[in-house]
């Protein structure tokens, strides 16, 4: 209905008999089409927006009535005893607020607020406009441009188009430079770095070019000594006459930098810049803004001077290096805003305060630095309730407790526990309890604000200005009911550091991850579908004597079906040790099973180093231009491979090579993810990422661990497939959870606005994952050669996003574009249809 009503809608309806409504904008400079954002973004009149061709906005807010109260007058009076019989039945009271309600006016309020006015043509906002260009091509350095409009009403009744043209006429270009420093110190300084100049003799001028020599002198001040330059300082004038005709215009450019001025009560008073260096640096410890600090005692060390209260808490050396600022060395801007950075990066004080004080006769700079201290210990608690394929109802309980500068070098102690309990109807959880699966565990962490390694200083390589931080935890968990019940024990001995705000790097020298599984023998129960092919092969043999007793006969009479797990495991043995003649496919089969079942339900000891890189140039969270590289290495085994060289280990009945009865895992894995956002007109934007990675197994593995394993589909992934359910390669992807060691991803997603903070989006998602150089036999889950590409699937579909400003929800429906596990010539869009769309809910935009 709504639809009907949208599309029944005449744009027009609040366009007047004598006005046009804009339906396009263009400009054309010397005659050829401008389509410069830049430029467009400074007409004060754009069409109405339209969400794929259709003015979706314009067509709500002409639903609206015009004048609801009028409206409702006129019905209420339409009949001559129409109000009295509603006074009675409701009371005048009702009625009045009858005339208020959201049927009767709200719906119009509403439909005005998220709808959008038409855009009528107003010529004195378009000579406005027509200023606007004129200035911004004078700024590029066109001073003698002219500018015209025309209104072209030709082609539909009561709708229009402006063009703007702008007559450019010749550019002038600069002369020569010249400058008026009244500083002599500010002066020498700009003579040692004018080749740096944005501004060049004999280019075109362009305010842009100024405003970013203003930046960098600035700049370049501010690191020089220069504590106090002010920006508005500087200035710059045009000479020459710029009314001249001709091809040769050229312009003088002087820069002229002021004295510093400063205001009093009375008057303003100026003074010469000067270089400041440092000659004394203060650190207040126990900063309070009470005013007690004549209390406070201090202590020297290096050239610094820290004051605390009662006791130092902190180890000198600890603060120290967080300063930047030198006694005798000049102001660096860069200097204080890195200090600030790494005084935060500690995670011990609260708003840390840099105050300069100028001894003016002197040109020297006194640094307070106020530390106020945040506590020692403090508590914390995380309560969820959450929904999910497992459970139909978690409730988790996360405390936590946080200490402080835990040995007087600012460092971080972190301890967390949790607690999930989840009502579960999986039929294979014989536990009648209404909460029936559990997960439990704790982690400890302490982070070090720099790089700690035995026996080895980084300080040279990794200076403290990049942030640097070790990173040393441990952790476990524990399942019942939950799979296979997994134990897990993980630590980590990492480092990270930043040597710019757009890079960054993450090394994890170890990272041990040790799963126990406490049932391996509910495999079965676990991986239903795994199962299911497994009873299907049995179903030809049941009738065989020697199998007998592997099979239970349901009481509602089907077929009979392989016990869990006497009669899998026993039918399983019977095939593979030839105790029963079966066909090739068939013992090929059970093989395979049998192997996903061992790789699926072993024990796991990884033992890795890796190192990431990550570079992001994205600029606040509005920036939708930007893009982000992201590079990993991961090395698993090595070590414990060449202390096998030293130390015998034990080995197991295939030759794996054993660490506490458990063959460790041996692979290289690298990683390439690189995504990249452009940002279009009326607040569009189209966002690509693609993937590759790869794990290699060698040594002492011939397949990757499940957990370092790839899979596709899911929300953020494939999003016409669930999570697990796409590939590997052409296969059907029958089981339960279907992963491999290669990986190939394509994404791409035009974002556009519909009403207020509701997104939306197409996508289309292309990607698969492979086995490669495992153990895997199966040709259509290999990726053999450039042929196997063909294997990459393809979803594509449509997405609605509600902005909350801190996050964004998300709703994908993604279809299946091209499967390439359907039969040849079904491939294409065999389930493009709504009955097979695949929903998929998110948080955040997937890249």
């Known amino acids: 209905m709504l639809v009907i009503a949208m599309t029944s809608c005449n744009a027009l309806r609040r ?11 263009t400009v054309y400079a010397d005659s050829a089409k401008v389509n410069n954002e830049d430029v467009h973004s400074l007409i004060y009149q754009k069409p109405n927006s339209t969400l794929l061709g259709y003015p979706l906005r314009l067509n709500l807010y002409n639903l609206a009535k015009k ?36 049927l009767v006016k709200g ?8 709808g959008e006015a038409p855009v009528v043509i107003d010529t004195f906002r378009t000579r406005r406009s027509l200023q606007r260009l004129s200035a911004y091509y004078k700024s590029k350095g066109y001073f003698n441009n002219n500018t015209t409009f025309i209104v072209d009403s030709s082609n539909r009744k009561q709708r229009a188009a402006i063009q703007y043209h702008i007559d450019l006429g010749t550019p002038y270009k600069i002369d020569s430079l010249l400058r008026r420093i009244s500083s002599p110190q500010l002066d020498s300084i700009h003579q040692l770095y004018v080749a740096d100049s944005y501004l060049k003799s004999g280019s075109q001028i362009n305010l842009q070019d100024l405003n970013m020599e203003r930046e960098r002198l600035t700049e370049l001040y501010r690191n020089t000594g220069v504590y106090n330059f002010q920006e508005s300082a500087i200035s710059f004038d045009l000479i020459g006459d710029t009314t001249k005709v001709g091809s040769n215009k050229k312009l003088d450019i002087q820069l002229n930098i002021e004295d510093l001025k400063r205001r009093t009560d009375n008057a303003i008073t100026t003074e010469e810049y000067k270089v400041h260096s440092f000659d004394k640096i203060n650190i207040y410890t126990d900063f309070t803004f009470n005013g007690e600090q004549d209390s406070l005692q201090s202590v020297e060390y290096k050239n610094f001077t820290i004051y605390y209260k009662d006791r130092l808490r902190y180890k000198p050396k600890a603060l120290t290096d967080a300063v930047f600022l030198k006694k005798d060395s000049i102001y660096k801007e860069i200097d204080r805003i890195r200090t600030h950075r790494q005084i935060t990066n500690l995670n011990n004080f609260k708003y840390p305060n840099i105050e300069f004080v100028a001894d003016t006769t002197e040109a020297k700079l006194t640094a307070n630095i106020y530390l106020s201290p945040r506590p020692k210990y403090s508590l914390g608690t995380d309560f969820d309730i959450t929904h999910s394929n497992i459970q139909f109802l978690g409730l988790g309980f996360s405390p936590s407790l946080q200490a402080r500068n835990l040995f007087k070098g600012a460092e971080n ?34 982070n070090l604000p720099r790089i700690w390694m035995p026996f080895f200083s980084t300080s040279k ?27 897990t024990f993980n630590a980590i001995l990492g480092y990270n550091w930043s040597p710019t705000d757009f890079k960054r790097n993450t090394v994890e020298l170890l990272n041990v991850q040790f799963v126990r599984n406490v049932n391996p023998s509910r ?137 506490f009865g458990v063959p460790y895992s041996q692979y290289i894995k690298t990683e390439f993810d690189y995504i990249q956002h452009w940002s279009f007109p009326r607040n569009t ?38 999570p697990y359910s796409l590939g590997p390669g052409s296969t059907q992807g029958l089981n339960d959870f279907n992963e491999a060691n290669l990986k190939l991803a394509l994404n791409v997603e035009y974002r556009f606005p519909i009403v207020g903070n509701i997104k939306g989006a197409l996508f289309a998602d292309a990607g698969n994952i492979w086995n490669v150089l495992d153990n895997v036999k199966d040709d259509a889950a290999t990726f053999e050669n450039l042929e196997s590409l063909a294997d990459i699937a393809l979803g594509t579909g449509l997405g609605i996003r509600y902005d909350f400003s801190y996050f964004v929800f998300r709703l994908d429906m993604g279809f299946k574009t091209y499967n390439p596990a359907e039969e040849s010539g079904k491939k294409w869009f065999r389930d493009y249809n709504l009955a097979n769309g695949v929903f998929n809910i998110g948080i955040n935009y997937p890249f």
Not at 470 to 486: A, V, W, Y
Not at 699 to 720: E, L, M, T, V, W
């Open 461 to 487: 390589i990794i200076s403290n200005y990049m942030l640097p931080q070790t990173k040393i935890s441990m952790g476990t968990s524990f399942q019942q009911n939950i799979g296979l019940d997994k134990e």
């Open 413 to 446: 102690l972190s301890i967390s526990g949790r607690i999930n309990m989840g009502a579960s109807k999986d039929p294979s959880i014989v536990d009648n309890r209404f909460f029936n699966i559990l997960e439990f565990g704790g982690d400890i962490n302490l």
């Open 107 to 114: 719906a119009s309020i509403w439909l005005k607020n998220i």
């Open 523 to 659: 495999f079965f129960k676990v991986y239903q579908n795994t199962y299911n092919k497994l009873d299907r092969i049995a179903d030809d043999y049941q009738d065989n004597p020697a199998l007998t007793d592997y099979f239970e006969t349901p009481e509602d009479g089907t077929e009979p079906r392989l016990i869990i797990p006497t009669g899998t495991t026993g039918f399983t043995n019977a095939i593979l040790n030839r105790e029963v003649t079966s066909s090739s496919l068939d013992f090929n089969e059970v093989s395979s099973i049998e192997e996903r079942r061992k790789r699926l339900s072993e024990n796991n000891l990884i033992f890795t180093s890796n190192y990431t890189y990550t570079r992001n140039n994205k600029i606040g969270i509005t920036d939708n231009d930007f893009h982000q590289f992201r590079f990993k290495v991961e090395s698993a085994g090595n070590l414990l491979s060449g202390i096998s060289n030293i130390i015998p280990f034990n080995t197991s009945e295939t030759d794996k090579k054993l660490v």
């Open 15 to 25: 366009v007047g008999d004598n006005e046009l409504l804009l339906t396009k904008n």
């Open 67 to 102: 004048d609801p109260d009028s409206s409702f007058n006129a019905w209420l009076h339409k009949k001559e005893k129409r109000e009295e019989r509603l006074i009675k039945f409701l009371s005048k009271k009702q009625v009045e607020r009858l005339g208020e309600s959201f």
């Open 685 to 722: 934007v189209l966002a690509l990422r693609s993937f590759f990675g790869i794990a290699i197994p060698y040594g002492n593995s011939d397949n990757i661990p499940f957990a370092r394993s790839y899979f596709a589909g899911g929300s953020n992934d494939n999003r016409a497939w669930l």
